[in-house]
């Protein structure tokens, strides 16, 4: 009975013709619920509370991204910072993590071969 969608992002741009990210560089995760519910919603205390999650981590994402300079090519890039940031908003987290562990699960299997 549960559905959704789950949000991840980066401040640098993950397409096919971006910089790969650095393999030295780690990358750290800010991760938060996206909604907080039940099979009764009207018995889900925590059903009001869930956007306070999401303001705080757009807030964290917009005072990341005014640490993005542009490369004299025209590049974004995040140098200044230690580690990448990666965003994730995830769903059904109250009921075992299952956005998160969808996501996981997701990412141990993944293989990214890039076209040449």
Request: net charge neutral.
């Given at each position: 009975?549960?559905g ?8 640098q ?5 971006a910089?790969?990210?650095l393999?030295?560089k ?7 619920p996206?909604d907080?519910?039940g099979?009764?919603?009207g018995a ?5 509370a869930?956007?306070s999650?999401v ?6 994402v ?17 140098g ?14 109250p009921?075992?993590q299952?956005?998160s ?5 997701d990412?141990?299997?993944?293989n ?5």
């Amino acid at each position: 009975p549960l559905g959704g969608y789950s949000v991840w992002g980066a401040l640098q741009p993950r397409t096919a013709t971006a910089t790969p990210p650095l393999p030295h560089k780690p990358a750290v995760m800010l991760i938060s619920p996206l909604d907080s519910t039940g099979f009764f919603h009207g018995a889900a205390p925590g059903a009001d509370a869930a956007v306070s999650n999401v303001v705080a981590l757009l807030a964290a994402v917009a005072a990341l991204s005014r640490q993005v300079a542009l490369s004299p090519d025209g590049v974004a890039t995040l140098g200044s910072l230690s580690a990448t940031p990666l965003f994730a908003l995830f769903t059904a987290e109250p009921y075992g993590q299952t956005g998160s562990r969808r996501f996981e699960k997701d990412l141990a299997a993944f293989n990214c071969s890039r076209p040449s």
